[in-house]
């Protein structure tokens, strides 16, 4: 088994075989089938993995905002300083979310309600949490503008969403996530819908802002560059199961699952400079409505023998801070 | 902005010149005489010729047109062959109980009508939910003035706690107002609500799918702050057009309305006009009424910029 304190005691969130099953007219769909990981106070995680794998429904389950009627997390812990999230009830949840754990999304263009002012919006989030009278919250909420560099934030207060570009719209977003400085941000790929131009100066924002704030932050990406470039340790989802987790140091050093070792070697060419989506792997994802026997990435592996199509591989520490779910990890790592 | 509201004003007195050639035309291209149409079957020929006098029978229909439409651009209507009074004045008395009437089941219903929409929502596919489409179903197909009866039956005749039927005029008092106004709202309101509702949870349905509900959890929001402050701003438009395209259907069943609960306002009027052959009276109200709808729908077009601020004109 991986070990559970690996690393030291300040742990922030401690998730616990979080399983989350959808349930659409053809089926039960098993999301995520039972993923463990940690991340600590004011360190930056990156989650990794192709489209599909259970990123975002690993985001909003951990926050409880899954569509009520379709999704439902069935087991697990997501364990926040101490306290089984999971457990509480609706209304200490919405202490939470917002003030302790906030979120970015991936689409800034629909994630601001139209018919209010951001200034309104940022101003709102303030005034869940804290007792600021509506002038007070109206000037933090001028002082976060000012924070994720808006120009003439006394103006844009006052401004409504669709005045804004997509980078901007971004940048409020980021303002009224960090607005309560919560103690952990979930960014779920918060870049990938803006150009590329601004995209590095959003990433650099929210890093920048996470160590003013000292926020722990759960950075959600396609891009192995960024979480290279940005992230402390890593996380690797393959069908909603997490294969490999590791400092980012040992992850690029020594990539111990084969779907790993596949992501990079087909990792793009720095010269060439950063590519917005996970290379391609030959194969194909496979679908979570059909049960998968076995390992689901065999079907796809070069290494893969007889018991990786029979048992499914659990986590298994492959050195300090280092697990990944592969029945030939060392024959990997030799290769 | 202005543009806009001189382009509206323009096509809203289009439509009204169309409506008054309408009402025009309604009356000179019945069959038959028309004097002798207004004057009734066993009428004195004096008064049939008294009456050709009084519309300008004689002339071409294009200058009675306009002779018409300029005596009631200066607000004179004509005078109610029964009664012998102007039908501006006739009108005006009866306005006080259908302006009541109809203000407070506008209210009534809009409330009603948007928190079952909203509530059906919020719990879409639930038993509420459900409840409340069985509730709008049958509320938009019983007639008027069965509801009337029925309600009649019930809390007046069964039970003694409201009035049978009848209007108090508010300077009697606002409590025996009111209590005159309970069934009488309720039952014109009813058909209101059911269409209200429908358009609220359809509309309300559509926005809580939307990615910014979703921020707003995540924010902290609580559910009544999703619901009011976040959800129904956006799904307004929808909402307010169906109030005011429903206006004509209020206006049909104020006419009802009165009659079942034997209320004297501009829908009993219109009534006893009909049953008279009161043409000008007639005239006069549907004028009046097409005019209220026109400004009405206009007021709601210009109000859209008030609760979406990315509608401009
Ligand atoms: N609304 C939904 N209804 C049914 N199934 C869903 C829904 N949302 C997600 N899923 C299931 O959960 C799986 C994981 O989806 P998720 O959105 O977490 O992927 P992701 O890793 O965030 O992908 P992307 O990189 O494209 O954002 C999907 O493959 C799908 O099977
Ligand atoms: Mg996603």
């Keep these: 088994m991986q070990s559970r304190n690996a690393g030291g005691d300040d742990v922030l969130l401690d998730v616990l075989d979080l399983e989350t099953h959808f349930y659409g007219e053809d089926g039960v769909v098993p999301a995520l089938g039972g993923i463990s990981f940690q991340i600590r ?8 993995g192709e489209s599909g794998c259970g990123k975002s429904v690993t985001a909003l389950s951990i926050l409880r905002l899954l569509p009520k009627l379709s999704a439902k997390t069935v087991g697990g812990e997501i364990r926040f300083r101490g306290r089984d999230l999971l457990k509480l009830s609706e209304p200490e949840m919405r202490l939470i979310r ?33 007792k600021a009278s509506r002038s007070e919250a109206m000037a933090r909420a001028q002082e976060m503008l000012r924070l994720v560099r808006i120009a003439d934030p006394e103006r844009r207060v006052n401004n409504y969403p669709y005045e804004m570009s997509g980078g901007m719209r971004q940048r409020v977003m980021i303002a009224m996530a960090l607005a309560c400085t919560p103690e952990l941000l979930i960014a779920d790929e918060p870049t990938t819908a803006l150009d590329v131009t601004i995209q590095a100066q959003i990433l650099r924002l929210i890093l920048e802002l996470k160590q003013r704030m000292g926020t722990a932050v759960m950075l959600i990406t396609h891009d192995l560059g960024v979480v290279a470039e940005t992230c402390q340790r890593a996380v690797v989802m393959y069908a909603g199961r997490i294969v490999e987790q590791a400092t980012v140091r ?78 030939r990890s060392e024959e990997v790592v030799g290769a | 902005m202005v543009a806009y509201i001189i382009r509206r004003f323009v096509s809203a007195i289009t439509v009204m010149v169309m409506v008054g050639v309408f009402i025009f035309l309604l009356l000179r291209l019945s069959p038959g005489d028309p004097a002798a149409v207004i004057a009734g079957d066993s009428a004195p020929p004096e008064l049939i010729a ?72 919020w719990r879409a596919g639930a038993l509420v939910d459900r409840a409340l489409s069985a509730f709008a179903a049958l509320a938009f197909s019983v007639p008027v003035f069965v509801v009337g009866y029925l309600l009649i039956y019930c809390f007046a005749i069964s039970k003694h706690w409201l009035p049978v039927q009848g209007y108090e005029p508010v300077e009697h008092g606002l409590a025996t107002w009111f209590a005159h106004l309970i069934l ?89 006009a009909i049953n008279n052959r009161d043409y000008p ?33």
Excluded at chain 1, 41 to 48: A, I, K, M
Excluded at chain 2, 246 to 264: D, M
Excluded at chain 2, 298 to 306: A, C, N, Q, R, W
């Design chain 1, 41 to 48: 106070s004011g360190e930056t995680l990156g989650v990794v």
């Design chain 1, 98 to 130: 917002g003030d302790r754990i906030a979120m970015i999304f991936q689409e800034p263009m629909t994630s601001l309600n139209p018919v209010h002012t951001v200034g309104d919006q940022i101003a709102e989030a303030v005034q869940i949490h804290t």
């Design chain 1, 250 to 327: 040992d992850l690029f050093a020594r990539p111990t699952h084969p779907y790993t070792q596949g992501l990079m070697r087909s990792a793009p060419d720095p010269r060439r400079g950063r590519q917005r989506r996970l290379p391609e792997i030959p194969g194909i994802v496979p679908s979570l409505r059909e049960p998968i026997a076995g390992c689901s990435f065999a079907p796809r592996c070069p290494y893969a023998i007889s018991i990786c199509h029979e048992k499914t591989p659990s986590l298994r520490d492959v050195g300090p801070d280092h697990a990944a779910a592969c029945w």
């Design chain 2, 50 to 121: 008294g009456i050709r006098q009084q519309l300008g029978l004689g002339d071409p229909l294009p200058i009675q047109f306009v002779l018409w439409a300029k005596s009631i651009l200066s607000g004179n209507f004509g005078t109610s062959i029964f009664t012998g009074r102007p039908v501006l004045q006739l009108v005006l008395q009866r306005l006080e109980p259908t302006i009541s009437l109809s203000v407070l089941t506008i209210i009534f219903s809009s409330a009603t009508g948007i928190a079952f929409g909203t509530l059906a929502a």
């Design chain 2, 184 to 272: 009488p709202t309720v039952t014109l309101g009813l058909g209101y609500i059911a269409l209200i509702a429908r358009i609220t949870r359809a509309s309300m349905l559509e926005v809580l799918a939307e990615d910014y509900m979703r921020t707003a959890a995540a924010k902290g929001a609580s559910s009544f702050s999703m619901l009011f402050h976040h959800a129904l701003k956006n799904a307004g438009v929808p909402i307010l057009t169906v109030i005011g395209l429903g206006f004509a259907y209020l206006i049909s069943g104020v006419v009802i309305t009165e009659t079942v609960f034997n209320i004297p306002g501009v829908g009993r009027l219109t009534v006893d």
């Design chain 2, 281 to 313: 009276v007639i005239q006069g109200v549907l004028i009046l009424a097409s005019g209220l709808y026109v400004m009405i729908n206009l007021v709601v077009d210009l109000s859209y910029t008030l609760i979406d601020p990315r509608i401009r004109y």
